[in-house]
C-alpha cells in the first residue's frame, strides 16, 4: 500500500477537489481507516466550524402497509388479502401529530407503501386536510418510488406530479427508495421499484422547481464496493446539476441493511452484519466525496447511540430524527430508542454542542 498516494488523495479532497472514481476506489480498498476519518473530521470542520451537532423531532407515519413492490429487504410490507393491512384514517393522523406536537416537533415523515388502491387524488386531498388542521405543519412525505408510482398511475409527468402534491403541501422529497443506484441490484432486491435512472430524474426535477431532497444509501447486502462508489458519484454528479436557485439533496444519509427475517436474507443466507468499522468508514468516505452536499446524518436508528456518536468524529454532523415511531427497519431486527434528553446527551458527550433543527437545517432553539 502507497501511504502518500492515500494522504495525496485526501489531501486533494481537503482542497476541496471532486475525485474521482479509481481514486475513491483506491481509499476505499488502502486508506488507513484512521487517517481516513481523520480527513474526513477535517472536512466536517471546515464546512461546521461551529461544533454544532443537529437533530430533528419529527415523527415518521406509515400511511399504509399495503405495497405492490414487495422488496425483499422489506418486511413492513402486505399484500392487499393480508389479515393485518391497513390505511390511516384522519383520526389516526390527528393523534399521531398531537403527541408530536405535545413533544415540540413539526414535522411528520410521511411513507408507506405503494397501495394500488391510493391516487393521486388521495395524496392531494391528505396533504390539504393536514395542512387545514395543522397549518404550521411540514410534510417531508413520499419519495421517488411513490412519484414513479404516481406519474404512471395517474398518466401524468413526474414534474405535473410533484407541482400538484406541492401545492398540496408538499414541503421536501425524502431521499427514500435509492438503496443502492444500480440496476443489477435494483433487480434482485427491489425488481418492482423504480429503476436507479428513474430515481435520479424525479430528483433532478425535483431540485429544477426548488424542493428540498435528501438523499439515502442502504449498504451491506449484496452490493459490491465498486456499486457503493457508483452509487455515491451518481448522488454527487446529480447535486452538481442543480440550479443556482435549489438546495438540492440538503443531506445523505448511509445506513446498513437490517436483515432479520427478511426474504433476502433467506435468499442470501451468508450476507453479514455490516460491523461499526466499516460503517464509519462509510460515513467517512462518504464526506469525502459528497463535498458538495452539505450534510452527512448518521443513522443511529440502525447502528445505536454510541457507534453514532463515534461517527460524529468521522464526518457526520447531524444525528437525524429522534424517531418518535418508526415501523420499518424496526421489523428487520433494529430497535434503538432514543428521545430528545438521551439524543442531547449523546451528541454532547461526544464533545458537540446539540442543536434541534428543522428540514432546511436551520436551527430552531438555543439551550
Excluded at 498516494?5 to 484512521?34: Q, R, V
Aim: charged letters at 25%; hydrophobic letters at 40%; glycine letters at 4%.
Amino acid at each position: 500500500m502507497n501511504q502518500k498516494h492515500s494522504t495525496d488523495l485526501l489531501e486533494k479532497s481537503l482542497s476541496g477537489e471532486f475525485l474521482n472514481y479509481d481514486e475513491i476506489i483506491y481509499l476505499y480498498k488502502f486508506a488507513d481507516f484512521h487517517e481516513l476519518v481523520f480527513y474526513a473530521d477535517l472536512i466536517r470542520k471546515k464546512k461546521h466550524p461551529d461544533n454544532i451537532v443537529t437533530y430533528i423531532i419529527d415523527r415518521n407515519i406509515n400511511y399504509t402497509n399495503i405495497c405492490y413492490s414487495q422488496c425483499k429487504f422489506c418486511n413492513f410490507c402486505r399484500k392487499p388479502h393480508d389479515h393485518d393491512v391497513y390505511v390511516l384514517e384522519l383520526k389516526d393522523y390527528k393523534s399521531k401529530i398531537d403527541e408530536l406536537y405535545s413533544l415540540g416537533g413539526r414535522q411528520i415523515l410521511l411513507q408507506g407503501g405503494m397501495n394500488p388502491k391510493l391516487d393521486l387524488e388521495y395524496y392531494q386531498n391528505l396533504f390539504k386536510q393536514l395542512k387545514n388542521y395543522y397549518p404550521d405543519l411540514k410534510l417531508h412525505a413520499l419519495g421517488p418510488p411513490e412519484i414513479v408510482f404516481l406519474a404512471k398511475k395517474s398518466k401524468k409527468s413526474i414534474r405535473q406530479v410533484l407541482e400538484i402534491l406541492i401545492e398540496a403541501g408538499l414541503d421536501s422529497l425524502p431521499g427514500a427508495g435509492a438503496e443502492i443506484l444500480c440496476d443489477r441490484v435494483r433487480n434482485i432486491i427491489s425488481p418492482a421499484k423504480c429503476s436507479s435512472a428513474e430515481w435520479l430524474e424525479v430528483m433532478q426535477i425535483a431540485h429544477e422547481i426548488g424542493l428540498i431532497t435528501s438523499a439515502t444509501m442502504m449498504f451491506g447486502h449484496i452490493e459490491t464496493m465498486d456499486e457503493r462508489v457508483e452509487h455515491l458519484l451518481k448522488i454527487r454528479e446529480l447535486q452538481n446539476k442543480k440550479p443556482n436557485h435549489s438546495k438540492g439533496f440538503i443531506s445523505f444519509t448511509p445506513w446498513p441493511f437490517a436483515k432479520s427475517g427478511t426474504k433476502l436474507v433467506k435468499e442470501y443466507p451468508f450476507i453479514p452484519d455490516v460491523s461499526a468499522i466499516e460503517f464509519l468508514r462509510i460515513i467517512a468516505l462518504s464526506r469525502i466525496v459528497l463535498l458538495n452536499i452539505p450534510n452527512i446524518q448518521v443513522s443511529w436508528l440502525t447502528m445505536g447511540a454510541q457507534v453514532a456518536s463515534l461517527a460524529l468524529h468521522c464526518g457526520a454532523n447531524d444525528m437525524s430524527s429522534i424517531m418518535i415511531e418508526e415501523n420499518v427497519v424496526s421489523q428487520a431486527g433494529k430497535n434503538f430508542k432514543l428521545d430528545e434528553d438521551a439524543m442531547k446527551k449523546a451528541i454532547s458527550e461526544a464533545g458537540f454542542i446539540p442543536r434541534r433543527r428543522n428540514q432546511q437545517y436551520e436551527i430552531l432553539n438555543e439551550f
